[in-house]
């Protein structure tokens, strides 16, 4: 089992590299801690003709915390924004989700960014990114443009990223005063694939009524998607057992969810809304932080 | 799908438990297996090639990482670490101690593996609970199911490091 012949390139800068993006297009991918691109290919699922490694581009490994959110470059990788201190303060559910993401070997050399842009239907940081409203900074040579992430993800290992284009870094908003955040997921094995998986930001006003929640699930479906009607029926209420699964049913509801070799249909829309119910009460008790299931 | 000269071989010098490796090989070759085949180091394995059996961790710049996941040729420049590195080193003298006493060998095949995986969770975490090695352990399969006397050395491993610490002269033991 061997990858498909290809072409290295490694460039040493930013420029470099979208230098080498506008030349071959689609045909090149961007490596970056491989942790999802190189099963693919050694899977020959995938077979890029052109692989350009980013790994030397010490510009872009920063995890750097500005006026509206914490920005991971390309190169961040995943154990090391995991235990940034500002991303362990500010940025919470970003940080209960990276501990969900593939074994500890796989985190220390997996990126945040290529985790994003690789874009799986059961992965865990797209449906933060969706839940937070996190900035996607898309670069090529000809400038940069920031894309919202509920425009990023369009499907299945699909992001609307041009040819000529890559994820150079992601912002995620911090989590505003009195937040409490949630991240939760059921697999057959730990580290594996989720079956479903649940993130969860709620910000409380002072009279201890949920003031703001932030809901993404994933599990069944194409990619993460983010429970807005949810959100909206949860804004002003007293998060007790009664909200919470009435809140777990109406996301299960929401989801278009499809049956497979791990789980049928109604046994993913079943745990959506108990993982929705479970996380919704954690967060309530303010046993949230660092919650984790299976 | 391959393009001209995408087959040619190029030079690829990595370092590997310190010493300086150049072989030709091409853009395609695994970690694992510039480490085995063209190297000739055999104690890391190779299992599953898409990275969940953990067989073939090594560290790559101190910390753990698939070696099946990782071309050779984008590694130029990191410090590579395995088995026999580790083992020389004394490093691993207790661990591996612990797995001969405890039976955590089966058939041997994950073992090199979970040696490395152990060490680097054993780092951080000197006093871990069986559900904590446990979790630890969880992307590193064992086929023979042997994972009783893996967690059993671990643990071993672990209370044997905390009594050298507290008694640095090396007294006696039990």
């Known amino acids: 089992m061997k990858p498909a012949p290809f072409e290295f390139r490694a460039p040493t800068s930013l420029d470099g590299v979208l230098e080498e993006l506008r030349e071959h297009g689609e045909a090149a991918r961007i490596l970056a801690g491989g942790q999802s691109l190189v099963p693919l290919m050694n899977l020959r699922m995938l077979q890029p003709s052109v692989l350009v490694s980013i790994n030397h581009c010490k510009e872009l490994s920063y995890i750097r915390s500005e006026e509206d959110g914490l920005a991971c470059g390309a190169l961040a990788r995943q154990w090391d924004v995991e235990h940034d201190r500002v991303a362990m303060e500010r940025c919470p559910l970003l940080v209960q989700a990276l501990h969900h993401v593939g074994a500890r070997s796989n985190r220390n050399r997996g990126t945040v960014c290529g985790s994003l842009a690789h874009a799986d239907p059961l992965a865990e940081l797209p449906a933060v990114a969706l839940a937070l409203d996190a900035d996607m900074i898309a670069a090529s040579s000809a400038g940069r443009r920031v894309v919202p992430a509920r425009e990023f993800f369009v499907g299945a290992l699909e992001n609307s990223l041009r040819p000529d284009e890559m994820l150079e870094a992601v912002r995620f908003p911090y989590a505003p005063a009195r937040s409490r955040s949630c991240f939760i997921e059921l697999g057959n094995r730990n580290h594996g694939f989720a079956i479903a998986g649940v993130a969860l930001q709620v910000t409380f006003g002072e009279d201890g009524r949920c003031s703001r929640a932030r809901l993404a699930v994933m599990g069944g479906e194409n990619i993460a998607r983010r429970a807005t009607d949810t959100e909206t029926a949860l804004a002003g209420s007293v998060i007790d057992e009664a909200i919470a699964r009435e809140a777990g049913r109406m996301t299960a509801s929401l989801v278009d969810v499809a049956g497979d070799f791990h789980a049928d249909a109604a046994y993913r829309r079943e745990l959506v809304a108990v993982l929705v119910e479970r996380a919704l009460m954690q967060v309530a008790s303010g046993a949230a932080l660092n919650a984790r299931s299976n | ?174």
């Open chain 2, 1 to 174: 799908m391959s393009q001209p000269g995408s087959l040619r071989k190029t030079d690829v010098t990595l370092t590997i438990n310190g010493k300086s490796y150049t072989r030709q090989v091409e853009p395609r070759r695994l970690l694992v297996d510039f480490i085995r085949h063209d190297v000739g180091l055999k104690a890391t394995h190779i299992g599953c090639e898409h990275g969940v059996c953990g067989a073939c961790t090594v560290r790559i710049d101190g910390r753990t990482a698939r070696s099946c996941l990782h071309f050779a040729v984008a590694l130029q420049g990191a410090e590579i670490e395995t088995l026999e590195g580790l083992s020389a080193d004394g490093r691993l003298a207790g661990l591996q101690k612990a797995f001969h006493d405890a039976h955590g060998l089966q058939c041997g095949y994950c073992t090199p593996g979970v040696l490395l995986t152990a060490e680097e969770f054993l780092s951080e975490n000197p006093g871990p609970s069986e559900q904590e090695i446990r979790a630890a352990l969880s992307n590193n399969l064992c086929r023979c199911t042997g994972y009783v006397n893996i967690v059993k050395a671990i643990a071993n491993a672990a209370r044997d490091r905390d009594k050298t610490k507290a008694d640095p002269a090396g007294g006696s033991r039990p």
